[in-house]
């Protein structure tokens, strides 16, 4: 019973990237979202505790099949003894003496039933402890991966407003020979700046929710707080993952590969044990056996000497009876109520996990929706600052037209972002749902 989680063709670029950025001063550092989701399953410390949980059952469930072992010891001692001492009949003498032993004994003391089963029960929690890890690490890359995106819709929101600045700024260029020429109204220009301070405004507060998305992923990664994350590409494009059809296939998927599931199912079937612990355990009988083996000496007063060997054994069967043994059913009620409880907590799980597919599955149909509206959208507010530049150069339109094809193509370019986050977030966790 081993998890294995390795990434040891990687290992090399993870130990490089977390050099580079200890020693890295203000340089921003571009990752993409391979190396954050390495990074994320291999550097987090929650992760890390999961794991030594499943090595502690682990060392627990190896310790429990050890209580099968009997018991060695080695012993040497000496004693004496003056003054008074009463023999068997009950006379009662004085008399000093003294002995001294060397020797090694087997101790077994078993409880045959119940060491079976709780090793069983302690195998099971194992694989539970197992299964927890692995779903702790899911949790933590999902939830680097929606940070990453997070950090890149940022980006790209910013240089969507980066973009619209300039050609803003171009604008108020042209509007100011225009009215220095007396062929515009300075009042057409004053707002075109407006529009441009608003701009500004809206790109500072765009780099802050940048650097926060940075910061937030920072501290997924373990990373310093103050390393200035960067995505990998400025571009964020739709990455379809998993189909949105088939929602049966998908639940049976779920039901199949999420480990949560294994963990309760496992769970379930350690508490089972303990309820045939309760039952079966007592009436198997206990065993105490021992050997010894070694020499014994000594004598009156000082006497030293009569060393000879000597040899004890003993074997015997018993029943416990009342609380931990047999007629405890109270001890047996609390087992079983014990193992409904775990039943119980396996359908939550299996309903918890069904909704989460058909959730996922939903939201991925919906963000792909929305994607297609938007570049609709996208599209037409295109057209439409065409439009508006073809009538201001013919002198048909007026500036506040172009601002205001301007404002709806940003708006318009800014929703796609969002679009292309939702759906590949959506993506992500739905292929999560279902286990891959």
Do not use: C
């Not at 989680?5 to 990752?31: E, G, K, N």
């Not at 929650?46 to 090595?55: G, Y």
């Not at 300075?186 to 940048?210: C, F, M, N, P, Y």
């Not at 994350?229 to 189909?243: E, I, Q, Y």
């Amino acid at each position: 019973m081993h998890m294995v989680v390795q990434y040891s063709s990687t290992l090399r670029q993870i130990l490089l990237f977390l050099l580079t950025a200890a020693f890295a001063s203000a340089a921003p550092m571009h990752v993409s979202l391979p190396t954050v989701m390495k990074l994320a399953g291999a550097n987090n410390d929650e992760i890390e505790q999961a794991s030594v949980k499943h090595l502690e059952t682990i060392a627990e469930s190896k310790q429990a099949w050890q209580r099968f072992w009997p018991t060695l010891s080695l012993n040497a001692g000496y004693r004496g003894h003056e003054g008074n001492v009463q023999d068997i009949g009950g006379a009662i003498f004085d008399a000093r003496k003294q002995q001294y032993t060397v020797g090694t004994s087997i101790m077994i003391d078993w409880s045959p039933g119940d060491i079976y089963y709780n090793a069983l029960a302690a195998k099971q929690k194992a694989l539970a402890a197992e299964h927890l890890a692995e779903k702790s690490r899911r949790d933590i890359i999902q939830e680097a991966i929606e940070r990453y995106y997070d950090l890149l819709a940022a980006e790209a929101d910013l240089a969507v407003m980066e973009d619209d600045l300039r050609l803003t700024e171009g604008y108020a260029k042209q509007l100011d020979g225009a009215v220095t020429a007396g062929t515009a109204f300075r009042a057409d220009l004053l707002r075109v700046k407006t529009q441009v301070s608003r701009a500004r405004i809206a790109i500072r507060q765009g780099q802050e929710k940048r650097d926060l998305a940075a910061s937030a992923l920072a501290e997924i990664l373990r990373l310093a707080p103050e390393t200035a994350l960067r995505p990998a590409k400025a571009d964020l494009v739709p990455v379809s993952l998993m189909a949105t059809t088939g929602v049966a296939s998908l639940l049976s998927q779920a039901g199949q590969n999420r480990p949560e599931l294994r963990a309760v199912g496992a769970a379930h079937v350690a508490a089972s044990l303990e309820s045939a612990r309760t039952r079966i355990a007592p009436a198997i009988p206990s065993v105490q056996a021992g050997y010894s083996v070694g020499g014994l000496g000594g004598g009156y007063a000082g006497e030293f000497g009569n060393f000879d060997d000597q040899q004890d054994f003993f074997v015997g069967l018993g029943w416990k009876i009342g609380p931990g043994g047999l007629f405890d059913r109270q001890r047996q009620k609390i087992a079983e109520a014990r193992e409904q409880g775990a039943a119980l907590q396996t359908g939550q799980v299996k309903a918890a996990i069904g909704r989460e597919v058909v959730d996922a599955v939903l939201k991925a149909q919906s963000a792909k929706d929305q994607l297609s509206i938007n570049e609709e959208a996208v599209n037409a507010a295109e057209e439409m600052v065409k439009l508006a530049q073809d009538r201001q150069a013919s002198q048909l339109g007026v500036v506040l037209e172009y601002l205001l094809a301007r404002e709806e193509l940003t708006r318009a370019r800014q929703g796609r972002v969002k679009s292309v986050t939702d759906f590949n977030k959506a993506q992500h966790g739905l292929k999560r749902a279902v286990g891959k």
